[in-house]
């Protein structure tokens, strides 16, 4: 699963919150969760998991509505909302189908894919063509990288609903994962026609070429999807970065031209694709751009001090980390980058305040401790700094245990699983 930027879905998002928060309008849990399952099927889990959780809040009993919120929790990495839903299920019912599915998530994001296979079948068992269990066994394959159970899942799910735009996609996915490319492409086809809204076929394919490094038949697809969608930024980036890899730098400089021609003033758009590709001049400026506009936003600065710090500008990343954790004092992350940057300029005091800190908020930040021991041993605090060592070590083994009970299913052992 790849973590490139997609503008068009930050368009679609932004446009979806507006219709979800119009002034006097209240929504049903049962409105909410067809939107929130439109949101999913078209691939927008961001989208989907902000509606789900509210529909949570309005129906707390509704389990398929947990499966759902809890499948969107793992696809974003959001570890904490996903053991909140899947706790709160078990609460409710631990041996309803969707119960049981949500446990399945729960394994797939630990990694224990024979685990979450056992239990999507058997929530499978007891709603036999369920087609949302099935699209997440189906995920779970794609995962693993399994890909002929992936392509088996995603055609019985097709056989349940022949026009879910997700399966299609997801189908697409697995055929090209086997190389199987032309019947990747018909599929990302026949998804475009159901939902023309969803990414153009030729770009999708484009990835899926360039990801298996066959990067001249990628720059051709992309530039296939340029033809079609000129308006959509991705395959410009994409293929400037494919032409420069073949050598072919006269064209991507056109590239680059044409890109500062058409999205030069949209840097919402454009600030995800220049960090990807490490323009960090570029990144900087549209940073900056969004920054202005948006100064309470900490986590454009948590990325403006990061473009700083791979540009050698250690100062300004600093300034950029301080203003972060201003807005937001509690962030265990930003106190962890705000150490790491002190203890490289060689600010040491500060840096053990603010590691030490970000340990008493998260107990299992590695990082924090290994930069709180590096200033204690720069000030020659040696025995405080095997301290925090040790320290380290203890939480280390603790989080390995508690991942290990998890992994096995331990702590789920009073409720069956």
């Not at 979806?16 to 909410?32: F, I, K, N, Q």
């Not at 759902?68 to 189908?97: G, K, M, N, W, Y």
Request: glycine share 6%; aromatic share 8%.
């Amino acid at each position: 699963m790849e973590s490139v930027p997609s503008p068009r879905r930050h368009r679609d998002r932004q446009s979806g919150r507006r219709a979800a928060s119009e002034p006097g309008r209240v929504h049903s849990a049962g409105h909410l969760f067809r939107q929130a399952r439109a949101a999913f099927y078209r691939e927008d889990e961001d989208e989907a998991l902000g509606l789900l959780l509210e529909a949570l809040r309005l129906a707390p009993s509704n389990l398929h509505v947990h499966y759902f919120a809890a499948l969107c929790a793992d696809l974003l990495s959001e570890e904490d909302t996903l053991d909140d839903v899947c706790a709160h299920a078990l609460e409710i019912d631990a041996r309803h189908p969707y119960t049981i599915a949500c446990e399945a998530v729960r394994y797939l994001y630990l990694s224990n894919f024979s685990r979450a296979e056992d239990l999507f079948n058997q929530a499978l068992r007891q709603l036999p063509g369920e087609l949302d269990i099935q699209l997440g066994l189906g995920i779970l394959h794609e995962y693993s990288g399994d890909e002929e159970k992936g392509v088996a899942a995603f055609r019985r799910a097709l056989e349940i609903d022949p026009n879910n735009v997700r399966a299609r996609v997801s189908l697409g996915i697995a055929y090209a994962m086997s190389g199987e490319y032309q019947s990747a492409l018909e599929e990302y086809v026949r998804a475009k026609a159901l939902d023309p809204d969803i990414e153009n076929p030729h770009e999708k394919l484009g990835r899926d070429y360039y990801l298996d490094g066959m990067i001249e038949e990628a720059s051709t697809e992309f530039g296939r999807a340029m033809a079609e969608e000129p308006d959509e930024p991705a395959p410009y980036f994409y293929q400037m970065d494919c032409l420069n890899r073949l050598g072919k730098l006269d064209e991507a400089l056109d590239r680059y031209e044409a890109i500062k021609q058409r999205f030069g003033n949209q840097p919402e758009l454009t600030s995800g694709f220049y960090e990807y590709f490490h323009m960090r001049r570029e990144a900087r400026a549209a940073l900056e751009t969004l920054t202005s506009r948006n100064p309470d936003d900490p986590e454009l600065l948590i990325r403006l001090s990061n473009l700083h710090h791979e540009s050698g500008e250690l100062g300004q990343a600093i300034a950029a980390a301080e203003a972060a954790n201003q807005l937001d004092p509690e962030r265990s992350e930003t106190l962890s980058l705000l150490g790491s940057l002190h203890f490289e300029h060689g600010d040491y005091g500060r840096a053990i305040e603010v590691c030490r800190r970000a340990t008493q908020l998260n107990r299992y930040d590695q990082s924090a401790y290994i930069s709180l021991a590096d200033s204690l041993l720069f000030l020659g605090r040696s025995e405080e700094a095997q301290a925090v060592v040790e320290e380290m070590e203890r939480h280390r083994q603790e989080a390995w245990r508690r991942y290990q009970d998890r992994f096995s299913g331990q702590d789920r052992a009073d409720a069956g699983f």
